[in-house]
């Protein structure tokens, strides 16, 4: 027989759907025959056989997803049963639902069946936890059906002050479980239908729009995006609530987690996610089999993606947009792997840094992005099908052009750490960015209601317009002059004056400014030359340089020039006299001229200082 998996177009039981073929894919039995077509999954034997293949699959994905263990957790070992056939006690680590599947099924372990706890001792008077005193009637009564002569509370007892789990001279150890377990450790195991006779229809899936033999109701568990009783975000928004799901949508939705990329969770209670989106499962699976060199699961089981980026790594922030962003930095240079790893040459390859191979070789267009936080339990804060990864990627492609002109060095302009990157002259260093990005004058002050750091505001909100492809050199110019505020003292902006240049002309029209080059040019060559007058007439202050930012209108800012060119004698660019500087274009030359003045006055003021010292 064969037994079809159609393609619903929902975004997360399609990606259950490639998530089911890439799990499988090293244990499929002979019997067995399965494809992905582009608008179907099947599956080919008899029937015994696809029940059988069925269920071994869905308890291997119980044990590995939704039951998972850390390195700590396995180290640690606290959780034990009863092993009746061997007659002892066992140890196993205490386990959590791992990546997304913490999003599907994150209620409590069974225990199943064993020996119950004496109630009358059970209890810690302070606590209200169990103590680990078996009920002496259970006790007996669960040893003979073993033939176990010997008392099971002792061998209890034993067990724990051998593991180390008890101490003498210590409480009793509490057992965290209604039951004493036997058998087997507890599990968490999604309740669901893993076959039905679809012969004989008990209606028809809402999702697939197929005839199944047996439905459940939309409850949140199993799709999480999907208006149902207990729906966080909707994907589906004619739905009345009262719709109902099939049993092989429902089966297949809880392999979604195998293939998304996350961070946090296990432990974090904060957790985003990255699943692929295609039009077709054959592409969805060719996405999903192109991400597989960018997996690296962390012991903690906290993260199955490398961050590479130090500023990012290494911050207590879990903000979504730095999560996101360090993702698809991964998979910009997953991209660069094909490539030999080489960076491009010059800005006009920028435009079509995405080859046509690429795409065909399975470079993912489009993502669900998920943002979740763990209350009482897990929460969707937010969720979106995100279809700009191209434009992301050609970004990043341009932060990383070879630039000829540039000398390697270990440390760079007013003492920065030098550039960890593996090419020896880049563009722009994005590591640095970040940090640039962060406002050491904000550090010790406390956090906003969303519990985001005060120093890392303006961070986070320069990575949201940067997923959202909105301009950020009003924040820049701004957070540029609140880190410099303090007179004596230079904070290094260098890389946010590049990251200007690379990303705000995306944002430029014909009509708003012709020549881009001649525009920043000039931009730049006044700031410049607003900086070197004042910091040799000044007295090394930047008095004036805060003056000049104050000037919001162009006649202000002109008048400010004016002043300058008269005391100081500064040197105007030509262009500006031909037209160059307009109204309709004032607040990117003004952010620009900033800027480029605030850099060159702390390179000066730095140069001084190494002299005087």
């Given at each position: 027989?064969?037994?079809?998996?159609?393609?619903?177009?929902?975004?997360?039981?399609?990606?259950?759907?490639?998530?089911?073929?890439?799990?499988?894919?090293?244990?499929?039995?002979?019997?067995?025959?399965?494809?992905?077509?582009?608008?179907?999954?099947e599956l080919e034997g008899e029937e015994e056989a696809l029940k059988a293949f069925l269920e071994t699959q869905f308890q291997r994905l119980v044990a590995e997803w939704y039951n998972a263990s850390s390195a700590k957790q396995k180290e640690e070992s606290s959780g034990y049963f009863f092993d009746p056939e061997k007659r002892r006690f066992q140890r196993?680590?205490?386990?959590?639902?791992?990546?997304?599947?913490?999003?599907?099924?994150?209620?409590?372990?069974?225990?199943?069946?064993?020996?119950?706890?004496?109630?009358?001792?059970?209890?810690?008077?302070?606590?209200?936890?169990?103590?680990?005193?078996?009920?002496?009637?259970?006790?007996?009564?669960?040893?003979?059906?073993?033939?176990?002569?010997?008392?099971?509370?002792?061998?209890?007892?034993?067990?724990?002050?051998?593991?180390?789990?008890?101490?003498?001279?210590?409480?009793?150890?509490?057992?965290?479980?209604?039951?004493?377990l036997w058998g087997r450790p507890n599990l968490r195991i999604p309740d669901i239908e893993l076959w039905a006779d679809d012969a004989k229809p008990k209606g028809v899936c809402s999702l697939s729009g197929e005839a199944v033999g047996a439905l459940?109701?939309?409850?949140?568990?199993?799709?999480?995006?999907?208006?149902?009783?207990?729906?966080?975000?909707?994907?589906?928004?004619?739905?009345?609530?009262?719709?109902?799901?099939?049993?092989?949508?429902?089966?297949?939705?809880?392999?979604?987690?195998?293939?998304?990329?996350?961070?946090?969770?296990?432990?974090?209670?904060?957790?985003?996610?990255?699943?692929?989106?295609?039009?077709?499962?054959?592409?969805?699976?060719?996405?999903?089999?192109?991400?597989?060199?960018?997996?690296?699961?962390?012991?903690?089981?906290?993260?199955?993606?490398?961050?590479?980026?130090?500023?990012?790594?290494?911050?207590?922030?879990?903000?979504?947009?730095?999560?996101?962003?360090?993702?698809?930095?991964?998979?910009?240079?997953?991209?660069?792997?094909?490539?030999?790893?080489?960076?491009?040459?010059?800005?006009?390859?920028?435009?079509?840094?995405?080859?046509?191979?690429?795409?065909?070789?399975?470079?993912?267009?489009?993502?669900?992005?998920?943002?979740?936080?763990?209350?009482?339990?897990?929460?969707?804060?937010?969720?979106?099908?995100?279809?700009?990864?191209?434009?992301?990627?050609?970004?990043?492609?341009?932060?990383?052009?070879?630039?000829?002109?540039?000398?390697?060095?270990?440390?760079?302009?007013?003492?920065?750490?030098?550039?960890?990157?593996?090419?020896?002259?880049?563009?722009?260093?994005?590591?640095?960015?970040?940090?640039?990005?962060?406002?050491?004058?904000?550090?010790?002050?406390?956090?906003?209601?969303?519990?985001?750091?005060?120093?890392?505001?303006?961070?986070?909100?320069?990575?949201?317009?940067?997923?959202?492809?909105?301009?950020?050199?009003?924040?820049?110019?701004?957070?540029?002059?609140?880190?410099?505020?303090?007179?004596?003292?230079?904070?290094?902006?260098?890389?946010?004056?590049?990251?200007?240049?690379?990303?705000?002309?995306?944002?430029?029209?014909?009509?708003?400014?012709?020549?881009?080059?001649?525009?920043?040019?000039?931009?730049?060559?006044?700031?410049?030359?607003?900086?070197?007058?004042?910091?040799?007439?000044?007295?090394?202050?930047?008095?004036?340089?805060?003056?000049?930012?104050?000037?919001?209108?162009?006649?202000?800012?002109?008048?400010?020039?004016?002043?300058?060119?008269?005391?100081?004698?500064?040197?105007?660019?030509?262009?500006?006299?031909?037209?160059?500087?307009?109204?309709?274009?004032?607040?990117?030359?003004?952010?620009?001229?900033?800027?480029?003045?605030?850099?060159?006055?702390?390179?000066?003021?730095?140069?001084?200082?190494?002299?005087?010292?």
């Open positions: 027989m064969i037994l079809r998996f159609p393609q619903t177009h929902n975004p997360w039981v399609d990606a259950g759907l490639i998530g089911f073929a890439q799990f499988v894919e090293l244990d499929i039995p002979p019997a067995v025959g399965l494809r992905v077509l582009p608008d179907r999954l196993f680590g205490k386990s959590l639902p791992k990546g997304l599947a913490a999003l599907l099924f994150d209620a409590a372990a069974r225990d199943y069946e064993g020996p119950a706890w004496d109630s009358k001792k059970d209890r810690d008077g302070k606590t209200g936890q169990e103590t680990s005193w078996l009920d002496p009637a259970q006790a007996r009564e669960w040893a003979k059906k073993v033939g176990l002569k010997g008392d099971l509370q002792s061998l209890l007892d034993s067990f724990l002050l051998e593991s180390g789990l008890w101490q003498k001279d210590k409480a009793r150890p509490k057992s965290g479980t209604k039951v004493m459940s109701d939309i409850d949140g568990k199993n799709f999480p995006f999907t208006v149902g009783k207990s729906g966080h975000v909707n994907f589906t928004p004619d739905w009345g609530g009262n719709e109902r799901v099939g049993w092989k949508a429902a089966y297949m939705s809880l392999f979604a987690p195998v293939a998304a990329f996350w961070q946090g969770g296990h432990g974090d209670p904060h957790l985003i996610g990255a699943l692929p989106v295609a039009s077709d499962l054959t592409t969805l699976q060719r996405n999903v089999r192109y991400l597989q060199a960018m997996l690296h699961e962390e012991p903690s089981l906290q993260s199955n993606f490398e961050v590479k980026l130090k500023p990012l790594r290494y911050s207590n922030s879990k903000e979504p947009e730095e999560r996101f962003i360090a993702f698809f930095e991964r998979l910009f240079h997953l991209t660069l792997q094909a490539r030999n790893d080489e960076p491009l040459e010059d800005f006009s390859e920028y435009e079509y840094f995405t080859l046509p191979e690429e795409i065909n070789n399975g470079a993912p267009t489009a993502f669900l992005l998920v943002e979740a936080h763990k209350g009482a339990k897990w929460g969707i804060k937010h969720a979106e099908v995100y279809q700009d990864p191209i434009y992301l990627l050609r970004l990043f492609s341009r932060m990383y052009v070879r630039d000829p002109n540039a000398k390697h060095s270990a440390s760079g302009e007013n003492g920065e750490e030098g550039d960890d990157r593996n090419w020896q002259r880049v563009q722009l260093n994005f590591s640095r960015f970040l940090h640039q990005l962060w406002d050491p004058t904000r550090h010790n002050k406390r956090g906003g209601q969303d519990g985001t750091p005060p120093s890392l505001l303006t961070r986070r909100l320069v990575l949201r317009h940067l997923l959202g492809k909105k301009r950020v050199l009003p924040v820049l110019v701004s957070h540029a002059f609140s880190i410099n505020r303090e007179s004596g003292k230079t904070a290094a902006i260098s890389e946010l004056l590049k990251f200007a240049e690379i990303y705000e002309p995306l944002f430029w029209s014909k009509d708003m400014i012709e020549n881009r080059d001649q525009f920043l040019k000039a931009a730049k060559e006044l700031g410049e030359h607003v900086a070197i007058v004042v910091h040799q007439h000044d007295n090394g202050r930047k008095n004036r340089l805060y003056k000049l930012r104050r000037a919001l209108t162009l006649p202000d800012f002109l008048r400010e020039i004016n002043t300058l060119q008269e005391r100081f004698g500064l040197t105007v660019p030509d262009e500006l006299a031909a037209g160059l500087l307009a109204p309709q274009n004032y607040d990117e030359f003004r952010g620009f001229c900033l800027l480029s003045a605030l850099n060159k006055f702390n390179k000066m003021s730095y140069a001084k200082s190494k002299q005087g010292a």
